[in-house]
């Protein structure tokens, strides 16, 4: 048993406004006069999360949460981040209880000051009902607004020093194309331009690619680089345009990332995931931690021997499509990775297989995540997720 006293955690939401982050050094002084950690909370609004498929809402959240992960780390503050979905204020609360928090910090203008008067603010609620320690932050200065895309270097700088690993040519989902990498001043969400700026060159060539797209199913990759969640482009803005218009879900891209030199885990879990990556062919698992690949590369070797199956490649192609893709789904639907902050869906499912292994290897995979959140005590963060999502 330990003397030492539990490490205290300090809740900070962010709306993702330039006048929230105001809140961030504020927090980066309270956690070290404190010795706590830091824990970032997004709400999103209902319906944004689909089970499914990652939204480009969701994806946006996530990135920008990871960039003030990656900039707290970075300081020396030890930081993770979790996002919600449904109303804030009662979520805010809910976040606070469940992780027993020393202190939310907070600011004062998360609403527009019509609903404020009539539904009462953000900030006024969370006051009212929590039952830690509120600080309100004040925004001050000349507020900017931000560009409709992410621009990759700003996000950058943010995070702080970064290391570059080349990932190669991969399958990702256009809905984290989350900016650019040198023209999101110019281009809209839509990767175009905004009407009144566009150019009879930049029609043309839109119409060109248009036209090579519909007749050729060969086109060049195009190239991103990828920090935290999101990924911006840096060539091939037209084909994400042309994706997009179209509803276009995924596309090939040349993707090069970048993590923080304080990210310790990060050489261990780019060698990890370019193993699990060689043996399997799978480039659509993304895990936050290295020994997530490693289990999961154990999970799907004992499936191919279950399925009798000679190629692991086919095992791990099966294995994707029977068993992680549907709890993928399942635990994005329950939000379970809310229960464990920095850990991704996909490292929850090697938590599920590790256990799996131990107590009850012959229970079919859903009945296993079931038994998982139990054994866990995760009961009452599920019932926080059905009520307010």
Same mark, same amino acid.
């Given at each position: 048993?330990?003397? *030492? #006293?539990?490490?205290?955690?300090?809740?900070?939401?962010?709306?993702?406004?330039?006048?929230?982050?105001?809140?961030?050094?504020? *927090?980066?002084?309270?956690?070290?006069?404190?010795?706590?950690?830091?824990?970032?909370?997004?709400?999103?609004?209902?319906?944004?999360?689909? #089970?499914?498929?990652?939204?480009?809402?969701?994806?946006?959240?996530?990135?920008?949460?990871?960039?003030?992960?990656?900039?707290?780390?970075? *300081?020396?503050?030890?930081?993770?981040?979790?996002?919600?979905?449904?109303?804030?204020?009662?979520?805010?609360?809910?976040?606070?209880?469940?992780?027993?928090?020393?202190?939310?910090?907070?600011?004062?203008?998360?609403?527009?000051?019509?609903?404020?008067?009539?539904?009462?603010?953000?900030?006024?609620?969370?006051?009212?009902?929590?039952?830690?320690?509120?600080?309100?932050?004040?925004?001050?200065? +000349?507020?900017?607004?931000?560009?409709?895309?992410?621009?990759?270097?700003?996000?950058?700088?943010?995070?702080?020093?970064?290391?570059?690993?080349?990932?190669?040519?991969?399958?990702?989902?256009?809905?984290?194309?989350?900016?650019?990498?040198?023209?999101?001043?110019?281009?809209?969400?839509?990767?175009?331009?905004?009407?009144?700026?566009?150019?009879?060159?930049? +029609?043309?060539?839109?119409?060109?690619?248009?036209?090579?797209?519909?007749?050729?199913?060969?086109?060049?990759?195009?190239?991103?680089?990828?920090?935290?969640?999101?990924?911006?482009?840096?060539?091939?803005?037209?084909?994400?345009?042309?994706?997009?218009?179209?509803?276009?879900?995924?596309?090939?891209?040349?993707?090069?990332?970048?993590?923080?030199?304080?990210?310790?885990?990060? #050489?261990?879990?780019?060698?990890?995931?370019? +193993?699990?990556?060689?043996?399997?062919?799978?480039?659509?698992?993304?895990?936050?931690?290295?020994?997530?690949?490693?289990?999961?590369?154990?999970?799907? +070797?004992?499936?191919?021997?279950?399925?009798?199956?000679?190629?692991?490649?086919?095992?791990?192609?099966?294995?994707?499509?029977?068993?992680?893709?549907?709890?993928?789904?399942?635990?994005?639907?329950?939000?379970?990775?809310?229960?464990?902050?920095?850990?991704?869906?996909?490292?929850?499912?090697?938590?599920?297989?590790?256990?799996?292994?131990? &107590?009850?290897?012959?229970?079919?995979?859903?009945?296993?995540?079931?038994?998982?959140? &139990?054994?866990?005590?995760?009961?009452?963060?599920?019932?926080?997720?059905?009520?307010?999502?």
């Amino acid at each position: 048993m330990s003397d *030492a #006293p539990p490490t205290r955690t300090i809740l900070v939401p962010l709306d993702m406004t330039p006048a929230g982050e105001v809140k961030i050094p504020v *927090a980066e002084e309270y956690a070290r006069a404190l010795g706590a950690d830091i824990l970032l909370l997004h709400v999103l609004r209902p319906g944004v999360v689909d #089970p499914a498929n990652v939204s480009h809402s969701e994806a946006l959240a996530r990135t920008y949460l990871d960039t003030f992960s990656a900039r707290l780390r970075t *300081a020396g503050i030890n930081a993770e981040s979790v996002i919600r979905t449904g109303a804030p204020a009662p979520h805010i609360v809910q976040e606070a209880l469940i992780r027993d928090v020393c202190l939310i910090i907070l600011g004062t203008n998360t609403r527009p000051i019509l609903s404020s008067a009539v539904l009462g603010s953000v900030a006024d609620q969370v006051s009212r009902a929590a039952r830690c320690p509120v600080l309100l932050v004040r925004p001050h200065g +000349e507020m900017v607004e931000p560009h409709q895309l992410r621009c990759f270097h700003e996000d950058a700088d943010r995070a702080g020093s970064l290391v570059r690993r080349d990932l190669g040519v991969r399958t990702i989902e256009v809905a984290r194309i989350v900016g650019s990498v040198d023209r999101c001043q110019e281009l809209g969400l839509d990767f175009r331009p905004p009407l009144r700026r566009r150019r009879k060159h930049d +029609e043309d060539r839109f119409r060109r690619l248009r036209s090579v797209l519909d007749t050729s199913a060969s086109v060049p990759a195009i190239e991103v680089y990828k920090l935290g969640f999101g990924y911006y482009v840096l060539d091939g803005h037209h084909r994400v345009a042309v994706a997009l218009e179209d509803g276009q879900m995924e596309i090939d891209a040349h993707v090069v990332e970048y993590v923080t030199v304080a990210d310790a885990e990060a #050489p261990e879990r780019f060698a990890a995931r370019r +193993e699990f990556e060689r043996f399997t062919g799978l480039t659509e698992v993304g895990a936050a931690h290295p020994e997530s690949y490693r289990v999961m590369l154990d999970t799907i +070797e004992r499936y191919q021997r279950e399925q009798g199956l000679d190629d692991i490649e086919r095992a791990a192609r099966r294995w994707f499509a029977e068993v992680f893709r549907p709890l993928w789904q399942t635990i994005r639907a329950r939000q379970l990775t809310a229960a464990f902050p920095g850990d991704r869906s996909a490292d929850l499912i090697a938590r599920v297989a590790i256990w799996r292994a131990a &107590e009850a290897p012959e229970l079919d995979w859903p009945d296993a995540l079931d038994k998982f959140v &139990e054994t866990q005590d995760l009961t009452g963060i599920v019932n926080v997720n059905s009520r307010n999502g």
